[in-house]
Each structure stands twice: as C-alpha cells, then as structure tokens.
C-alpha cells in the first residue's frame, strides 16, 4: 500500500529481509518477479486502488454465478446467453466510477509520464 514507487520497493525489501529467512523459497520466487508485482507503479497513482483489487469482477460474476446456479438447465442456451447479458448489464450499473478518467488516454496510448503522474 505504498504511496510511491521509491516507498514500495523500500517496503519489497523489508519483506523479503523479514521473512527471509523462514520462508526463503517463496521470498525468492516473490524476489524474481518483483517488477511485475509493482507494476501498478507505472500507472497514475490514481487509478492504483482499482489496480490493487479484483472487486468488480468478483461481485460482477458472483451475482451471475448465483443465478446460473439456481436455474440449472431450465433454460435454452440462447435464453441462458439473455439473462447474463442482462443480469452484467444490471451489474454494471453499480460500477464506481474510476479515480484519474482524465489519465486513461495517456495511458492507453502508452505514454509514461512517470514524474507528471505522481501526485
């Protein structure tokens, strides 16, 4: 939950120092890929509380989990295929709207403003 880059690998290293020694196999397979996992650093620092949770995702195919489980083959392929339509339609509507909109230009077209994004 580092506030920034510099801080996130300070804390990276705090963890591995700690638990090093206990657990050195796994401190060493978090060690190599330890740019993937801080890859959300090369974002706006606005948009890294939605990069950090898998919510919306979950709570969106939970609610068509549900469903599919309680109508178990009463439906047609086609009428199955309507109702989930609908029911992530429903879904989306709960959907926060995403912290640093203005950013996702920049950020689809890939130009990383490393010292512009930090707040």
Known sequence: MADTRANAHCAFDLFLETYGAKYPKATECVAKDREQLLAFCDFP?????????????????????????????????TSLLSMLFKLALCAESSFRRLKGFNWLAEVIDSIHLRGRWRS
């Open 45 to 77: 620092a606005e948009h890294w509380v939605h990069l950090r949770t898998p919510n919306v995702i979950e709570s969106t195919f939970a609610t068509i989990r549900h469903r599919t489980d309680r109508v178990k083959g009463a439906f047609s392929r």
